[in-house]
Structures are given as C-alpha cells and as structure tokens.
C-alpha cells in the first residue's frame, strides 16, 4: 500500500491569483496567448542556470492542468534533484550524490511541487516514487535536462570564443601586409572561427559600420566617427617618384616642393589622409590622374606619368621601381581600429582584437 505524500504547498496558480478568481485552463492558441513565449521545445532564456520552460508549461496546459498566467524562470537545479531522487528512490540518497543536506533537497521538492501546483510523489516502503502526474513530466523534464547541458556546454563554447563569425573591414595595404600573420595566429588558436574580410577605403569602411556590416575595421580616419576608435600604429606617408626625376635624389622633401608636380591620387573617398596633406599647400597642386587602388598609383608613377604620396606600410612591402622620399615636416597617418562598441563585441570579436594590438606592439611602434 502506497501512502500519498502531501503537497508542500498550495499550487502556484492559488497562491498567485487573486482571491476568489476563478481558474481556467491556458488555451493552447497558436503563439497569441503572452502568457508563454511560443508553444516550443526551445529554451527561450538562459541565465545564471534559470530557464523560462515554456515546454513544460504546453505538456502541463495540454493534459488539461492550469497554468499560472506569464512565463515563470524555474530553477534546473530542482528538476536535476527530482529527477535523481526518484532515480534512486530516495531524497537522501540523491541530497548526498548531488551534494544537498536533506532539509535543503526537501526544500527544493517542496518548492517544484508549489511551482507546478500539484504533488509530484509518493512514499512507498522501499523509498519514494513518482505519482501519475510525476510520471508525465518525467520525459519532458528529462529532455529539458539534456538541452539545458547542450545549451551550457555551447555558451562556454561562445564564452571562450571557439567559434562565431568575424567581419573585418580594412584598407587593402592593412588585409595584404597585416592580417595574413595576424590570421595565422589567431586561427592557430580559433581553428573554428570564420573571418570575412572586406578590403576598401574610407568612405565604404565608414557606412558599414555605420551599417553595422562589419563587426571592427582597421584603416585611418576613424577618430570622428560614432564608434569606438582605438589609435594602433602612425604609418608615415612618403612622396614616390620615377627613378629618373630630379627630387628622387633628396634626403627629404619640403611639402611645398610638390606644389609644382603632376599627381597621381587616390580617391578622394578612398583615401582622405594624401588630400588633407595636400590642402596645407599654399596652392593646391595639379592632379593628373586619380586611381582606386595604390598598385594603380605605383604603375603609373612607375612610368613616369607623375609623382604621388603613398604610406610607407604599402612601400616597405611592395616591390617596385619608384623611389620613396620622406616629406618635410614628416607626415603621418594613424591606423586604428574601429568597433561599434568595445564592451559589447562578442567574445571571438574581442579576442581578435586582442591578437592585432598584440600584432602591432611587436612591430615596435604605437
């Protein structure tokens, strides 16, 4: 003979609604009802192992029980000690398997069985059992077990920044000669994190992330835009010349030696720092060609079609038959890097933020 072991408490439902009001099944309308989030399998919240079990609730609602009205967070932990204490048939055997004292495991059913508003077992003389209604929720409680430790297991995954998704945004002389010996690195430890790169110049770089279309970009003239703007590197900007012209023999040239030259440019969308140096000029000089790309420039130049102001970053690595002369005063630009919001990029986002203030620490200027 079984004996029924009373409820810990009144169920959720009277002891939450008003006095008087009258009880009435939670219809299982299609998505409607606010009462619960969505009639679905899926965790819709996880936080700090609370759960909002909008699951439990259809299985508790479709077997005709009551429903308290809007979503409920419940403890895992009590349905982990349910689920082992009557595993073991016994509150004392699973309190020292999960590491509860047994006043706090009977708190904990006590609680469950006040949360779903109606008792969940029953002693026998061998220990304790499930009742009818224990036993309904059994597998669903079992299933929202295995998805929670799922759930646990992929969020330390995202936490630990294993896996995700980066877009990066740079200038091209950025994505040739910087983030090839940063990629490496980075997916030597990150092996399962996609990167998506888009090289272009300012103007394009400046409305996606505007766009929020890329999640950090690294380029120059960043500092007056509405992100976070972190300064990595002042790449000096050096006049380049065909071989055989006149000032390729100089140790340096004055800015305003140039006023009378032929230039090549970039865009001025593209690239902003050579025309900002340009407008220090008394006048502004001719500009004879214009060019999307600084490999575009170096050919032209190359060949003789008119002299131009490129960054050394691109001039150190390039290979060609132009001659780079320092400018004077010296010019520079600042490479940065660009996010919309430091604290708020996703974990792999800031650990690859992390391997490129690393990559360019060691390059030995900041």
Not at 212 to 231: K, M, S, T, V
Not at 246 to 256: C, F, S, V
Not at 291 to 312: F, N
């Amino acid at each position: 003979m079984t004996k029924r072991i009373p409820s810990f408490g009144r169920g959720f439902y009277e002891k939450s609604a008003p006095k008087g009001a009258k009880r009435e099944p939670l219809e299982m309308s299609a998505g409607k009802d606010e009462n619960l989030l969505a009639f679905s399998p899926m965790l819709r919240y996880h936080k700090n192992s609370y759960l909002r079990m909008s699951s439990l609730y259809e299985r508790i609602c479709g077997s005709g029980m009551t429903c308290p009205p809007g979503g409920r967070y419940m403890n895992i932990k009590k349905y982990e000690a349910f689920v082992r204490a009557v595993e073991l048939g016994s509150l004392s055997k699973a309190a020292e398997e999960l590491g509860y004292t047994q006043s706090g495991i009977s708190h904990m059913m006590q609680s469950l069985e006040e949360e779903v508003g109606f008792p969940l077992m029953t002693r026998t003389s061998s220990g304790i059992m499930p009742n009818t209604e224990g036993e309904m929720l059994l597998p669903t409680i079992r299933h929202l077990l295995s998805t929670n430790e799922s759930l646990e297991q992929y969020i330390s995954k995202i936490k630990g920044a294993d896996t995700g998704r980066i877009r990066i945004a740079a200038f091209p002389s950025v994505a040739t000669y910087w983030l090839p010996d940063i990629l490496r690195e980075f997916q030597q430890d990150y092996p399962h994190v996609e990167i998506q790169i888009k090289e272009d110049g300012c103007d394009v770089i400046d409305t996606m992330m505007e766009n929020r279309e890329a999640d950090l970009c690294i380029y120059a003239g960043g500092e007056d835009h509405n992100f976070e703007w972190i300064p990595l590197y002042r790449d000096q900007l050096l006049a380049i010349f065909p071989k055989d012209h006149p000032l390729a023999k100089k140790a340096e040239i004055p800015l305003d030696a140039l006023m009378a030259e032929q230039f090549i440019l970039p865009l001025a969308s593209y690239d902003h720092e050579v025309h900002h140096i340009l407008k220090k000029l008394p006048q502004y000089p001719h500009i004879r060609f214009t060019a999307c790309t600084d490999y575009a420039i170096i050919s032209m130049v190359t060949v003789g079609l008119g002299v131009s102001i490129l960054p050394e970053l691109l001039l150190r690595h390039y290979k060609n038959d132009t001659v780079a002369v320092p400018l004077a005063p010296a010019q520079y630009r600042m490479l940065g890097m660009g996010v919309p919001q430091a604290r708020m990029a996703s974990p792999v986002t800031q650990n690859f933020m992390r391997y490129v203030k690393d990559y360019v620490a060691r390059l030995g200027q900041k």
